[in-house]
């Protein structure tokens, strides 16, 4: 009897090890599985954080490259030089100091993602219409260019024709110039002694000579202008002496002339003779020979001489 009681309370015992193993290893099991169900969470969370971090870096490096793709389109742009280089070198600097903005933020939001692509979307509208107008600009440019080519070889040729017909007429000018100025020819110079009886002679001593008759021919020119002529004579001695009148005329043009006497005709376009006369002074005239010039104002005609014995 007291064997079988003994069974019995062994039996219990073993029973409540049983049932409490069995509680312990459930309870183990259990935190176990609670202790990794958190863990995973964990590193979900950490997973989802690192992606959507690196989804924003990516974000924000893509952004930055593209702005730079816009600043060297803005650089080529400008270097077009048009009417719009003020305005995009303007925009050129919003492009940089968004790039600046973008490089010192940490980590921007999704929001701040967001806003900088936002930016860049109307910073690439804006390049797109400047680009639509510096083409506009380049053609219109190409146009007038074009224009003022035209018009210049017009004014060349203008210019090259009036200046063939200034010079014509330069020519025509002077033609008619040198064809309206007068000739002198038949230059002489006689030596005429005075008879008691008023008879004038020729002669070739110095001894009663009386005076010098000088002559010559204006020649005919029907495109001179016609009216009264004067020209000068100048009548030189042995020692270049001035004899006469021995009057200093200026013509105006740093050009003056000392002329013994003066003779005046009135040209009608045909030839005509003219002479005039010297007459000896108180010293007579001297053995020797004389020189004559003949002058139209400062211009010298012509020359002749006569030689006294």
Known sequence: MKKQYTNKWLTALLAVFFVFGVGATVFVFSMESYGGDENKTNEAVKEQEFLGSNREYLAQKNILDSLNTLK???????????????????????????????????????????????????????????????????????????????????????????????????????????????????????????????????????KGTTKFKISFTVNGNLVAKTGKRVFYIQVLDQKNNVLGENKLIEFGNDKALVYSFIVSTDFQGKSINVYGVLNADENQFKKGTYFVNFFDKQEIMGNASITLE
């Open 72 to 206: 060297l389109a803005y650089d080529v742009a400008i270097l077009e030089k048009t009417a719009l280089s003020q305005e995009l070198e303007l925009e050129r600097k919003n492009v940089e100091n968004l790039m600046e903005i973008i490089k010192a933020s940490q980590n921007p939001s999704v929001a701040q993602i967001k806003i900088y692509r936002n930016q860049l979307s109307d910073f690439k509208n804006t390049l797109e219409s400047k680009v639509v107008e510096i083409t506009k600009l380049k053609s219109q440019n190409k146009n007038l260019l074009t224009e003022i080519e035209s018009q210049n070889l017009v004014m060349y040729k203008q210019k090259a024709e009036n200046d063939t017909l200034i010079s014509k007429q330069k020519k025509l000018e002077s033609t008619l110039k040198d064809a309206s100025k007068l000739a002198l020819s038949n230059f002489k110079v006689l030596a005429l002694r005075e008879k008691s009886s008023g008879k004038e002679l020729e002669t070739t001593r110095a």
